[in-house]
């Protein structure tokens, strides 16, 4: 007997919610706004605008499904199922933030505040919720946004619908040595500020500064398109280490091979610092594009 499919709401915590846990009262929130020449009615505003449409996605679940809710901040704890339907309810960024933890369920996005928000990746409104829930259960059409993916040599493994970055965890320069994937040798050396790897989703953001300040010739790639774009940050030529591999392009089935040669670097995936991998001296970590993609309901 299969089981009812889940509605799986994801949010995060308001800007209005995160000014209550640090000043107790509305009216400390109030105060410490004002003395800064800001006003504590757009932010209440937006916080009502957001628990709103939470209570229309929530109230258009039918009944027969089962129903469960999780911030941001718990992602890395919560076990999603395949028989999910994720309802993402706020920015663009909160997809990529829950992308990573997916293993191809399909994926509604809410814009909470259309008009706000660029709405790439929440593209819906919360009234559209109960057709929504139909379409994805019955299969409906979904965007397969292509993802990165970080393996390390001890099968740690990460995920990412943007971008990853490798660099020092305390802003240092990285050390470590840098080829393409199964090339004999151990690559060349670099001191760096970091890589970047990223994919089509992620070219309106870092990855495109990036691109546009190198002056790339290669092209970015469309969010569908199984291709990725990879930068060096301020690669240091010296005696001992080059600049010759600073950007290039992988295709599916390519990889770049990046070995660490300093104390620790830390690998993490859409902003999202806190969970990381954590690789030593002598570790090594392949980046590629991902075999699994993020579904999204069109």
Same mark, same amino acid.
């Given at each position: 007997?299969?089981?009812?499919?889940?509605?799986?709401?994801?949010?995060?915590?308001?800007?209005?919610?995160?000014?209550?846990?640090?000043?107790?009262?509305?009216?400390?929130a109030a105060f410490f706004l004002?003395?800064?020449?800001?006003?504590?009615?757009?932010?209440?505003?937006?916080h009502e605008r957001t628990r709103?449409?939470?209570?229309?996605?929530?109230?258009?679940?039918?009944?027969?499904?089962?129903?469960?809710?999780?911030?941001?901040?718990?992602?890395?704890?919560?076990?999603?199922?395949?028989?999910?339907?994720?309802?993402?309810?706020?920015?663009?960024?909160?997809?990529?933030?829950?992308?990573?933890?997916?293993?191809?369920?399909?994926?509604?996005?809410?814009?909470?505040?259309?008009?706000?928000?660029?709405?790439?990746?929440?593209?819906?409104?919360?009234?559209?919720?109960?057709?929504?829930?139909?379409?994805?259960?019955?299969?409906?059409?979904?965007?397969?946004?292509?993802?990165?993916?970080?393996?390390?040599?001890?099968?740690?493994?990460?995920?990412?619908?943007?971008?990853?970055?490798?660099?020092?965890?305390?802003?240092?320069?990285?050390?470590?040595?840098?080829?393409?994937?199964?090339?004999?040798?151990?690559?060349?050396?670099?001191?760096?500020?970091?890589?970047?790897?990223?994919?089509?989703?992620?070219?309106?953001?870092?990855l495109r500064s990036l691109w546009?300040?190198?002056?790339?010739?290669?092209?970015?790639?469309?969010?569908?398109?199984?291709?990725?774009?990879?930068?060096?940050?301020?690669?240091?030529?010296?005696?001992?280490? &080059?600049?010759?591999?600073? *950007?290039?392009? @992988?295709?599916? /089935? !390519?990889?770049? +091979? %990046?070995? #660490?040669?300093?104390?620790?670097?830390?690998?993490?995936?859409? &902003?999202?610092?806190?969970? *990381?991998?954590? @690789?030593?001296? /002598? !570790?090594?970590? +392949? %980046?590629? #594009?991902?075999?699994?993609?993020?579904?999204?309901?069109?």
């Open positions: 007997m299969s089981l009812a499919p889940r509605a799986v709401l994801v949010h995060r915590r308001t800007e209005y919610e995160e000014l209550m846990d640090r000043h107790g009262t509305h009216g400390q004002s003395s800064r020449g800001r006003s504590i009615d757009e932010v209440v505003a937006r709103q449409a939470l209570r229309e996605v929530a109230a258009a679940v039918p009944l027969t499904w089962r129903s469960s809710r999780v911030e941001r901040a718990d992602l890395d704890r919560f076990l999603f199922a395949p028989e999910d339907v994720v309802v993402v309810v706020g920015q663009d960024g909160l997809v990529a933030n829950t992308a990573k933890y997916l293993s191809g369920q399909p994926v509604v996005g809410i814009d909470t505040e259309p008009g706000r928000n660029p709405g790439v990746l929440v593209r819906h409104r919360s009234a559209d919720t109960a057709a929504l829930l139909r379409a994805a259960s019955a299969g409906g059409r979904t965007d397969d946004l292509t993802m990165v993916e970080a393996v390390a040599d001890d099968t740690q493994r990460l995920l990412a619908l943007n971008e990853i970055y490798l660099g020092s965890p305390g802003h240092q320069t990285a050390r470590y040595r840098l080829g393409p994937d199964g090339e004999r040798g151990a690559g060349e050396a670099q001191a760096s500020s970091g890589v970047l790897v990223g994919t089509g989703t992620g070219a309106t953001g870092w546009l300040e190198r002056g790339a010739t290669a092209s970015l790639p469309a969010p569908c398109e199984r291709g990725l774009l990879w930068f060096v940050r301020e690669a240091w030529p010296s005696p001992a280490t &080059g600049t010759s591999r600073v *950007a290039g392009r @992988l295709e599916a /089935g !390519q990889g770049l +091979r %990046l070995t #660490v040669e300093s104390d620790r670097i830390v690998v993490f995936g859409d &902003g999202m610092e806190a969970d *990381a991998l954590h @690789l030593t001296w /002598g !570790q090594s970590v +392949r %980046l590629g #594009v991902a075999g699994t993609s993020l579904r999204l309901l069109t």
